[in-house]
């Protein structure tokens, strides 16, 4: 397979006289050069807001046809080394804070008083220092990673999108714009924190200010690049659509057909390895940062219903969108999972009079179904849906034992 792969690769980077490995096609297949009439014919254009919206932090994504690449560079590190040292000097200045206990007249809200329970307390600086982890690692690699590993993988979603199939570019471009909404959901979240906030910044110095909302604001970037992973999770999945589409299109089996499938197949795994490799360290920080927050939230919510009798509408909501968030991330790779199935019973059902091709194909059938693709955090684990019943199996264990715990206190 990795042989044919090279082959593929060989094959592509000839002139355009000689690239006749994918020629045109009815239905979802064109030839190269149809593909480069159109602006709009490719997925770099389908990204084109999403890597503008990445120039604006600093990181740039796709360097071909952009001339300040090098000053987007230096903008990034700078921006990278300040929201690092803002991350350093909050997560100080917290910790410093809830170390020492407040009267009741200096808190600002009784339910999430953490003088009030060292159960508070513990559960406080657990989620100060999960959000600083989160930030801390998440965005140096996601930086490093730009312009590194992410160039290669994104080659090989160009070479499959240039040389094998013709997605629908507006309607991938459109679902690829609710990707915003993750990013927007938790820019609100912040700017509504900053603003209850603001009477405590009263006293505070003009620097004490920045590095408050720059702590704040640098989520914004291990955010946005959990997006991007969801959508080229996303893009893969549609691949393997285009496989199975070609499969059941195709009324006669010649050894030209087969050699196509096997060639698309291993650049689709191919892509799917290239996710791994490129996103499995943001991967296995981020989910942790999620059931570890998770938990921390549901159990300042508890708290805040049993002592005011109402539950905190803030803590609500960013939740209720980090879950959403979690599925969402969760249920990309089970899509590549399941597309991948289809192209296996497609192969399946290709009933063909040479048994040596019916061979071949349903030995390409068998391997698809042994090596599913799969999206994995660094190998730890498999990301799937299975992670929503374990977050909420996980969230329910750990909210009894610590209500327990801070129940025991109340009664000491």
């Known amino acids: 397979?990795?042989?044919?792969?090279?082959?593929?690769?060989?094959?592509?980077?000839?002139?355009?006289?000689?690239?006749?490995?994918?020629?045109?096609?009815?239905?979802?297949?064109?030839?190269?050069?149809?593909?480069?009439?159109?602006?709009?014919?490719?997925?770099?254009?389908?990204?084109?807001?999403?890597?503008?919206?990445?120039?604006?932090?600093?990181?740039?994504?796709?360097?071909?046809?952009?001339?300040?690449?090098?000053?987007?560079?230096?903008?990034?590190?700078?921006?990278?080394?300040?929201?690092?040292?803002?991350?350093?000097?909050?997560?100080?200045?917290?910790?410093?804070?809830?170390?020492?206990?407040?009267?009741?007249?200096?808190?600002?809200?009784?339910?999430?008083?953490?003088?009030?329970?060292?159960?508070?307390?513990?559960?406080?600086?657990?989620?100060?220092?999960?959000?600083?982890?989160?930030?801390?690692?998440?965005?140096?690699t996601f930086f490093h990673m730009a312009h590194h590993k992410w160039l290669r993988l994104w080659n090989v979603m160009e070479t499959f999108d240039f040389a094998y199939c013709k997605l629908n570019h507006d309607k991938l471009r459109r679902i690829l714009l609710i990707g915003f909404f993750p990013i927007l959901a938790e820019i609100g979240i912040i700017i509504y924190n900053l603003l209850v906030k603001i009477p405590d910044f009263a006293n505070e110095t003009s620097y004490r200010k920045f590095v408050t909302a720059t702590a704040y604001f640098a989520k914004i970037v291990p955010i946005s690049a959990l997006v991007l992973y969801c959508s080229v999770v996303w893009?893969?999945?549609?691949?393997?659509?285009?496989?199975?589409?070609?499969?059941?299109?195709?009324?006669?089996?010649?050894?030209?057909?087969?050699?196509?499938?096997?060639?698309?197949?291993?650049?689709?795994?191919?892509?799917?390895d290239r996710i791994n490799d490129?996103?499995?360290?943001?991967?296995?920080?981020?989910?942790?940062?999620?059931?570890?927050?998770?938990i921390a939230r549901s159990f300042y919510l508890v708290n805040s219903i049993s002592t005011t009798n109402r539950p905190d509408c803030i803590t609500l909501v960013s939740m209720s969108s980090e879950v959403l968030f979690l599925w969402f991330i969760a249920y990309s790779p089970a899509k590549i999972h399941h597309r991948a199935i289809q192209v296996g019973k497609s192969l399946r059902k290709i009933d063909s009079v040479d048994n040596n091709l019916q061979n071949q194909v349903s030995l390409l059938a068998l391997g698809i179904v042994q090596n599913l693709p799969k999206i994995s955090a660094l190998g730890h684990f498999d990301v799937s849906l299975h992670l929503i019943p374990q977050l909420i199996g996980t969230t329910l264990a750990y909210l009894f034992i610590l209500y327990q715990f801070h129940a025991s206190e109340r009664n000491d």
């Open 1 to 140: 397979m990795t042989r044919l792969f090279r082959n593929f690769i060989r094959v592509r980077t000839r002139s355009q006289s000689e690239l006749v490995l994918f020629p045109a096609m009815e239905g979802n297949k064109v030839s190269p050069s149809a593909v480069q009439e159109s602006n709009n014919g490719n997925v770099s254009w389908c990204f084109q807001p999403f890597f503008i919206w990445m120039r604006l932090l600093g990181i740039e994504l796709y360097h071909k046809c952009f001339r300040f690449s090098k000053f987007i560079n230096v903008y990034g590190i700078l921006l990278l080394l300040m929201c690092e040292w803002a991350s350093v000097d909050f997560i100080a200045i917290k910790f410093w804070k809830i170390s020492f206990p407040f009267t009741q007249q200096q808190s600002t809200n009784n339910a999430l008083n953490v003088s009030m329970s060292t159960t508070l307390s513990w559960n406080a600086r657990i989620d100060t220092l999960n959000h600083f982890c989160f930030i801390a690692i998440v965005f140096p």
């Open 235 to 272: 893009l893969s999945s549609l691949f393997y659509e285009e496989i199975r589409l070609d499969i059941e299109r195709t009324y006669k089996v010649n050894q030209e057909n087969i050699r196509r499938w096997k060639c698309s197949l291993v650049l689709a795994g191919e892509v799917v």
């Open 278 to 294: 490129t996103f499995g360290l943001i991967l296995l920080i981020s989910i942790t940062h999620f059931f570890v927050e998770f």
